[in-house]
């Protein structure tokens, strides 16, 4: 797929801005903190309904203003479609596509899809497991819509249960009749089914991510020694898990399990200890794990991989997203500025961000268009 | 900030559920300027139904006297029972006419984020009501979302034991949504494709 025309009304740095598109290559160009992020990032949010630099809406909105809104059309096997998300900081959000309005914006999920590579894609391999399962949630929901519902409620089912758990705690510890108890085996069940549906998904998702991510990977880092060209992911479960077991049933039973046998120590700290939010990814190269292993550019390199991958397992599934690079060249040697570039070449759509012209690759120049002052121009 | 009473006004307008600080001043000017017969029928009318309309003492939906025109009715079918979250689904329900029992009325879902558990629902009531063998299905109708669901689960395993049919209605009603607002239709059908819950 790919955009034919961006439109921001309130977004970021922008109050108004219009900029049409077409397939194939389109740099964007221009000094720091001009708006150049802010356009791409704007493309990645109606794919994800979410910011790759923040966690809340409301830096998304332009200071002053009260509603942001991302406008896009878009072709995808020929046919077009306008997608518009408004952003309303600490109301609902509202999406319409061909001007009908969707009865909840997370609907809207599924129509755009695009997969970004940014700075910020270093703490994948650097930071926290939270980085790692957003990374993974993200990739699941553009691959299955559906998924947003399913995370949607677990979250809540965790927040239910996170209060009871302290209040169960509390009346444990003192006197008065355990109620809270009582219900606490009915959160475990939902607990426990709706977990088990998020981690089938996750494990599928991990098995087809890894061939993947070995082969971009080894395209990425080319140059590098033949024991340090292996990477790998594997999913790593907050419990003992046989490393075969995929079925939602088993998995659900087996997390029932758990929370039965840490029900003491959840009740004493008052947190659920057991489940898909206590999860990460381990992400090895060579023999070694990539946290507190890899070097600076091969975990750069290994960032991008995964990126790449997304990619890849998106593309196989039958429509090219919208690959947008922002600000990645910059922090490559020149064999790998070229390597990524020979590999994105053939994308449907890319979007390329830089301050300067001179560190986009010339195959990937395309279409220009300068960004000075929240104003986009075509050059 | 508006002065004294006004500012009064829009503070107790914005109270309400569904009110937000512009919509309560804006309620309050349409107020300030309605015909004053209007306003007087209002208040009185706020007055009577706090006064006058009661909770029934069979079922815990809204009535004028002691029991609701549900349980007074002789003609409904006492074997079977249907629990809801609020009055409200009662009503909804109704509309469908696929229901000729009786309601037990909770007062609202199970969510410990508000504080609510089986304590503050009408639970105790609905177990004594249960204690003779007149009843022989209870139809679980909360919510279909995440609360209105742990509610079924929680009344299920409570339920289970006591050898009654248990069912709970059919999916089809739009998952995180409530009741209420289920077309009637769509609620009839729930109702008549409602399934025992057995595991
Ligand atoms: N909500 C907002 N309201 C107004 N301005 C904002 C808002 N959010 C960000 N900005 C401004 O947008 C600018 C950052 O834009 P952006 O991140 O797109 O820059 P950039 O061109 O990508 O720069 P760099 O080359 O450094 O990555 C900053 O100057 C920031 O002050
Ligand atoms: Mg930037
Ligand atoms: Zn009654």
Known sequence: MHVTHLSLHDFRSYEQVDVPLSAGTTAFIGANGHGKTNLVEAIDYLATLGSHRVASDAPLVRAGASQAVIRASVVRDERSALLEVEINPGKANRARVNRSQLPRARDVLGWMRAVLFSPEDLALVKRDPSDRRGFLDKLLVLRSPRFAGVKADYDRILRQRNTLLKTAGFARRGTSGDAAVATLDVWDEHLAHTGAELLAARLQLVDALQPYLGTAYARVAADATADRTSAAVTYKPSFELAEAVRDRTVLSEALSAEIARRRKDELDRGISLVGPHRDDLTLTLGELPAKGYASHGESWSFALALRLASYDLLRADGDDPVLILDDVFAELDRGRRDQLAAIVGTAEQVLVTAAVAEDVPDRLTGQRFDVHDAQVTSV | ?199
């Open chain 2, 1 to 199: 900030m508006y002065e004294g009473i006004v500012q009064d006004l829009i503070d107790e307008l914005g109270r309400l559920p569904g009110v937000g600080p512009k919509s309560a001043q804006r309620i309050a000017f349409y107020i300030l300027d309605a015909d004053p017969g209007d306003v007087r029928r209002l208040a009185e009318v706020l007055t009577v139904v706090k006064e006058k309309v009661r909770f029934c003492i069979t079922c815990g939906n809204v009535a004028e006297s002691e029991q609701c025109r549900i349980c007074a009715d002789p003609r409904r079918d006492l074997s079977m029972l249907c629990v809801v979250e609020e009055s409200k689904d009662v009503v909804a329900v109704e509309r469908t006419r696929e229901f000729r029992g009786r309601y037990h009325v909770l007062g609202g879902a199970i969510s410990p984020i508000e504080g609510i558990g089986p304590d503050e629902l009408r639970v105790k009531e609905l177990m004594q009501r249960l204690a003779d063998d007149t009843v022989t299905e209870v139809i679980l109708a909360t919510d279909p979302n995440l609360e209105g669901e742990a509610t079924a689960t929680y009344l299920t395993r409570l339920l289970r034991p006591l050898g009654l049919r248990v069912t709970r209605l059919a999916s089809g009603l739009p998952v995180g949504g409530d009741l209420e607002y289920a077309d009637e239709v769509t609620l009839g059908r729930a109702f008549e494709g409602r399934r025992s819950i057995d595991d």
